[in-house]
């Protein structure tokens, strides 16, 4: 046990930094200006408007958490020297706010279990909008809906959520596209998404995120969720023993630091070159846990990304402070960048606190100050960096457009459809046909998309384009120009596009044929058996393919058989897992029968087990595996309640196959700790789950929970599957 950590002001802290050679670290807001900051937007003005959780974990009970004392506050550098020192509150009294996300007049914000529109007068809230009030569908704050990412296709995407909305006119079109993630969410300049969980470094999208998700029969797809950095290792600088697992073997090494990521977040790519070339893209993550932040740099190979830490033995920033919490990251107008730093000593919430972490807080006394949150930009030591205000002038902002930062070209795109600029239109569409440099006619196509004015003849040619990142998000804006009479001109070169054969553009044209098989079912279909001939045994094609499928799985296998009786291939393999899991749907119980019948277990699962096991109980990708059918749950108690109270780390065999990380999260937390959880409530939530789903195990007494706890008096550390098995 180490000695109590000070709370040090920001010079002393910035103090205790190890930064890579050639930056500095730069304050731009601390407390009083700014508390306990989590999320924040930039807006034209190179404001900041901020995200206050001031009440996250107020003691290790979190005791009154749920008070409305939540703010967002605007702050702004008067004389542009890169302090920030005007604060003003916009809105106060919220409840654990987690995100926002500036939008044409006004300000989503997200307050769980509601997602708010606020309009902005002259810095003032106007009239409110609930815009959707399940955002969030409960759980802890760890495992809720984030992010809200204003992406380069004009939606707003989400981290630990499937779900995207955008504004058309007064309404809000909400759609449901693939789950990703879990704190943080950032894209590329080709628009893809990129996430991570908290034991996996970067996760992220080989596709466009809007496209694919339309066969729920699917479980996962390749192409989507993909492990773009499989290394989750961390070089703290400090002793880290105040990390929930800290009494693990392999948890720590022999100088007490944190071996792999715990509290992985804010993922951020940067797309500027104020860094200089080789940082391009590069891909930059936190670990508030570990009190640093890690550099990645990621490659494009075809259609897949692929990346890989930038250097071993050492991080980009690691602080040897213990109360530095880095939970958000941003590059900013200026290219530099931001890091929100929560300040506090509790960064894990309750519901997963483990007794060695409740008690590393309490005689170390890190439980106190609550008043503190800092905001630091990180930028070159050899470099002056200039504020970056937008002009009021449209062309000027469509000349924006062409700015090497991508930060800027986002904004520009953003404000011409927020304010509605059609009158830029022709110098969009000259912008788009302009050869040379390709982002600024990707930013101009997804522009004169955004203010829907994009037509065939804008399209047409990028499709046939050689750079196959133009094909890319040619392919990528079809659905926002495909129509019932325009389909006709389009499905020749989406066929000419697989005969050729395209192997790049194949998985996007099985995307597509969702969209035609809205106009043209045949014509659809017709294009399916097509790739399903060329592409046999390309798993991203096969996907692609079944994602249009739903009801005609085995309709498609057997045509696949007759094509190539291989049923090795990708394809075939792929339909006979789909339909795997569509028998198992139709032989399930009825769920809203068992919540009613198990109200407390149900509401326990939805609340602390779905975020990563699923609302099926099927598992996630990169969380958890099934617990549908798993034998740990519907086998003997004594295998589910060491599991359910004290937690399970490393592998475990579920029905056959072997579930480990980095392909899951390597540990799953016991809820034994958790004083909230009796033991009533606790056989409720395993009597519901070996009973859901196509489960039928017998049910769990509050007196089976207390046996257990008696049997395994003391014990701390969670499960190995070699233990459970030696019962």
Same mark, same amino acid.
């Given at each position: 046990m180490y000695a109590s950590s000070p709370v040090l002001s920001p010079a002393a802290s910035m103090q205790k930094m190890h930064l890579e050679d050639g930056f500095k670290v730069e304050l731009v807001a601390s407390e009083p200006m700014v508390i306990a900051p989590i999320a924040m937007a930039f807006d034209e003005r190179g404001r900041m408007w901020v995200v206050e959780m001031m009440n996250y974990m107020p003691d290790t009970a979190g005791t009154n958490e749920e008070q409305p004392t939540g703010k967002i506050v605007i702050l702004e550098d008067l004389n542009k020297d890169g302090l920030y020192e005007n604060r003003k509150v916009f809105l106060d009294s919220l409840v654990l706010p987690r995100a926002l996300c500036l939008v044409e007049d006004g300000l989503l914000v997200a307050e769980p279990p509601n997602l708010w529109f606020v309009e902005i007068r002259n810095d003032k809230p106007g009239k409110i909008t609930l815009v959707d009030n399940k955002y969030s569908s409960g759980g802890n704050v760890e495992h809720e809906p984030n992010g809200l990412l204003r992406a380069l296709d004009n939606w707003i995407y989400n981290a630990k959520s499937s779900t995207r909305y955008k504004k058309a006119g007064q309404q809000w079109l909400i759609e449901e596209t693939h789950f990703r993630g879990q704190w943080g969410i950032t894209q590329d300049d080709a628009g893809r998404l990129f996430y991570n969980n908290n034991? /996996? $470094? &970067?996760?992220?999208?080989?596709? @466009?995120?809007? &496209?694919? @998700?339309?066969?729920?029969? /699917?479980?996962?797809?390749?192409?989507? $969720?993909? $492990?773009?950095?499989?290394?989750?290792?961390?070089?703290?600088?400090?002793?880290?023993t105040g990390v929930n697992r800290g009494y693990m073997e392999g948890t720590l090494d022999e100088h007490l630091r944190l071996v792999n990521f715990t509290a992985a977040c804010a993922p951020t790519l940067n797309r500027g070159l104020l860094f200089g070339p080789d940082y391009y893209l590069n891909a930059f993550v936190a670990e508030p846990a570990a009190n640093l932040i890690k550099r990645n740099t990621i490659r494009q190979v075809g259609y897949q990304v692929l990346g890989e830490q930038a250097y071993q033995g050492r991080e980009f920033l690691a602080s040897e402070d213990e109360r530095f919490r880095p939970v958000n990251l941003y590059y900013g107008p200026d290219g530099a960048l931001y890091v929100l730093d929560m300040y506090r000593g509790i960064i894990q919430h309750k519901h997963f606190l483990t007794e060695y972490l409740a008690k590393e807080i309490m005689e170390r006394k890190l439980a106190a100050p609550l008043s503190c949150g800092r905001i630091y930009r990180i930028v070159p030591s050899n470099k002056k960096v200039k504020p970056m205000v937008f002009p009021q002038r449209p062309v000027q902002l469509v000349r924006l457009l062409q700015h090497q930062n991508g930060w800027v070209r986002d904004k520009a795109q953003q404000l011409l459809i927020d304010k509605k600029e059609t009158q830029t239109i022709p110098a969009l569409r000259q912008l788009l046909h302009r050869p040379g440099q390709p982002l600024p006619r990707i930013h101009a196509l997804w522009t004169l998309e955004g203010l829907q004015a994009l037509r065939t003849a804008d399209v047409f040619p990028l499709l046939q384009h050689p750079y196959w990142p133009l094909r890319m998000q040619a392919l990528s804006v079809l659905p926002s120009v495909l129509t019932r009479e325009t389909y006709q001109s389009y499905a020749p070169i989406l066929e000419q596009l697989v005969r050729k054969p395209d192997t790049l553009a194949a998985p996007y044209v099985a995307l597509l044929a969702h969209t035609i098989s809205s106009f043209n079912k045949a014509e659809a279909n017709r294009l399916l058996e097509l790739i399903m001939q060329q592409y046999p045994d390309n798993r991203f094609v096969a996907d692609a393919v079944i994602s249009n499928l739903q009801g005609q799985e085995e309709a498609f296998y057997q045509k696949a058989l007759s094509y190539n009786p291989d049923t090795s291939l990708a394809l075939p393999m792929q339909l006979v897992k789909v339909k795997r899991s569509v028998a198992e749907a139709k032989a399930r119980r009825d769920q809203e029968q068992l919540n009613r019948e198990f109200t407390i277990g149900s509401a326990l699962y939805a609340s602390i087990c779905q975020s990563c096991h699923g609302a099926d109980g099927g598992g996630l990708k990169a969380l958890a595996p099934p617990l549908n059918k798993s034998e740990w749950v519907t086998g003997p108690k004594n295998k589910l309640l060491p599991i359910l109270l004290y937690g399970l780390t490393g592998p475990i065999e579920v029905n056959g196959k072997l579930y480990q990380a980095p392909d899951i999260n390597g540990e799953m937390p016991g809820f034994g700790h958790n004083s909230e959880l009796s033991d009533k409530d606790l056989a409720e939530l395993a009597s519901y789950i070996r009973k859901a789903w196509n489960n039928n195990a017998d049910l769990v007494s509050e007196d089976d929970i207390t046996q257990t706890r008696k049997q395994f008096k003391g014990r701390k550390e969670p499960f190995t599957m070699e233990e459970l098995k030696a019962q």
């Open positions: 034991s /996996q $470094n &970067l996760l992220g999208d080989f596709f @466009a995120p809007g &496209l694919g @998700a339309t066969n729920p029969n /699917q479980r996962s797809m390749a192409g989507y $969720n993909e $492990n773009i950095v499989p290394d989750n290792r961390v070089y703290p600088v400090r002793a880290t």
